[in-house]
T-cell receptor, first 111, second 116 residues
Framework: KNQVEQSPQSLIILEGKNCTLQCNYTVSPFSNLRWYKQDTGRGPVSLTIMTFSENTKSNGRYTATLDADTKQSSLHITASQLSDSASYICVVSARGFKTIFGAGTRLFVKA | EPEVTQTPSHQVTQMGQEVILRCVPISNHLYFYWYRQILGQKVEFLVSFYNNEISEKSEIFDDQFSVERPDGSNFTLKIRSTKLEDSAMYFC??????????????FGPGTRLTVL
């Protein structure tokens, strides 16, 4: 069964600190993995996209990693800011159109 | 920067009524999608649309739902005979190429549907 599991479910960190969010998946045949940021009540915004052959991708303070062998990905946020408070969603696409969303990690950045 | 727009931002309807949610994808995009997110739950794929036909649909997308691209710019989701459990945020998205490829999907701001 195609699944995407994210951990932790929620996370509270202090402004300026780093954090890492985890994503495990069983989607097959794998095509790509995306991380999105979703502010409350808004549509998801793409942060990174990685294919099978890529194992790291950066977008400013966001760095995603992918281990296609273990079917794991992580999103590392450096020097967190208050505006980073949001849900971070891991999305895995199989070849074709099937796209599976994780439940997200809710990040709270406190001053 | 081009963006996906959706109207209305909030729709309230009575159970059993029909609703049409509207989306204007990014103009040069060819692939269109509808997703829904029930409050507090994860985003769920509903349907993808390409070349004026449905490419794939999830088990959620039953006969109650239909999609249409009535002209060159709009992409609509129609929900017939709405049920209480249809209450959710509905997101439209578009991409230049297939979601299974590496092209970015751009999401609209969503339409919050409330069924009373």
């Amino acid at each position: 069964k195609n699944q995407v599991e994210q951990s932790p479910q929620s996370l509270i960190i202090l402004e300026g600190k780093n954090c890492t969010l985890q994503c495990n998946y069983t989607v097959s045949p794998f095509s790509n993995l995306r991380w999105y940021k979703q502010d409350t009540g808004r549509g998801p915004v793409s942060l990174t996209i990685m294919t099978f052959s890529e194992n790291t991708k950066s977008n400013g303070r966001y760095t995603a990693t992918l281990d296609a062998d273990t079917k794991q990905s992580s999103l590392h946020i450096t020097a967190s800011q208050l505006s980073d408070s949001a849900s971070y969603i891991c999305v895995v696409s199989a070849r074709g159109f099937k796209t599976i969303f994780g439940a997200g990690t809710r990040l709270f950045v406190k001053a | 920067e081009p963006e996906v727009t959706q109207t209305p931002s909030h729709q309230v309807t009575q159970m059993g009524q029909e609703v049409i949610l509207r989306c204007v994808p990014i103009s040069n995009h060819l692939y269109f999608y509808w997703y829904r997110q029930i409050l507090g739950q994860k985003v769920e794929f509903l349907v993808s649309f390409y070349n004026n036909e449905i490419s794939e649909k999830s088990e959620i997308f039953d006969d109650q739902f239909s999609v249409e691209r009535p002209d060159g710019s709009n992409f609509t989701l129609k929900i017939r005979s709405t049920k209480l459990e249809d209450s959710a945020m509905y997101f439209c998205a578009s991409s230049a190429r297939l979601a299974g490829g590496t092209d970015t999907q751009y999401f609209g701001p969503g339409t919050r549907l409330t069924v009373l």
